[in-house]
């Protein structure tokens, strides 16, 4: 059974700092990472994803990869209010169709 | 946002009725999966489908049957409601399977009393 962790939280940043979000994955055979943001009451919506080691920038966001260790993170910069959000890391397999989620980690922005 | 569309948004049922539940979708995307989302729990697989009439379970199918008929069109049945079914329903799609994004419906929220 694969599992996904994540620190649920939550995780109070001012505005303008950078959030650092974290998750560790058991099944050294995953090869597909993405991170969801979910707003309270609201659908997952996709904002990254990653496959291979090393780090992915989109905008404000930045995911990291390293497969040696398991782990894999999200970086917001410039951390708005808005961003104030539940981030689930999910985790999928070679011939797998199942994506694997973490609980989820609760991102809160002061202004 | 991808053409996705669940429906009931919201249903309140009673204990021991079926329950039926849609996922429709306008992608065209072959894998199509149904996640419930409960606190402390997480978004958890119920059933899956790689392709009309090819399903798979989840690790928590007991109590819920699917069925898959034509591309654009994924049912979620429980066969009889207990109180434990009370969850958030989401559907969700994929174009190539796990090694690729999946994109999520607006959800159902289910009430069984």
């Known amino acids: 059974q694969k599992e996904v962790e994540q620190n649920s939280g939550p995780l109070s940043v001012p505005e303008g700092a950078i959030a650092s979000l974290n998750c560790t994955y058991s099944?050294?055979?995953?090869?597909?990472f993405f991170w969801y943001r979910q707003y309270s009451g609201k659908s997952p919506e996709l904002i990254m994803s990653?496959?291979?080691?090393g780090d992915k920038e989109d905008g404000r966001f930045t995911a990291q990869l390293n497969k040696a260790s398991q782990y894999v993170s999200l970086l917001i910069r410039d951390s708005q209010p808005s961003d104030s959000a539940t981030y689930l890391c999910?985790?999928?397999?070679?011939?797998?169709?199942?994506?694997?989620f973490g609980k989820g980690t609760l991102l809160t922005v002061n202004p | 946002d991808a053409g996705i569309t669940q429906s009931p948004r919201h249903k309140v049922t009673e204990t021991g009725t079926p329950v039926t539940l849609r996922c429709h979708q306008t992608?065209?995307?072959?894998?199509m999966y149904w996640y419930r989302q409960d606190p402390g729990h997480g978004l958890r697989l119920i059933h899956y489908?790689?392709?009309?009439?090819?399903?798979d379970k989840g690790e928590v199918s007991d109590g819920y049957s699917v069925s898959r008929s034509k591309t654009e069109d994924f049912l979620l049945t429980l066969e009889s409601a207990t109180s434990s079914q009370t969850s958030v329903y989401f559907c969700?799609?994929?174009?190539?399977?796990?090694?690729?994004?999946?994109?999520f419906g607006q959800g159902t929220r289910l009430t069984v009393v």
């Open positions: 099944d050294r055979g995953s090869q597909s």
């Open positions: 992608e065209n995307h072959r894998y």
């Open positions: 999910a985790v999928s397999g070679g011939s797998n169709y199942k994506l694997t």
């Open positions: 489908s790689y392709g009309v009439k090819d399903t």
């Open positions: 990653i496959y291979s080691n």
């Open positions: 969700a799609i994929s174009d190539r399977g796990g090694n690729t994004e999946a994109f």
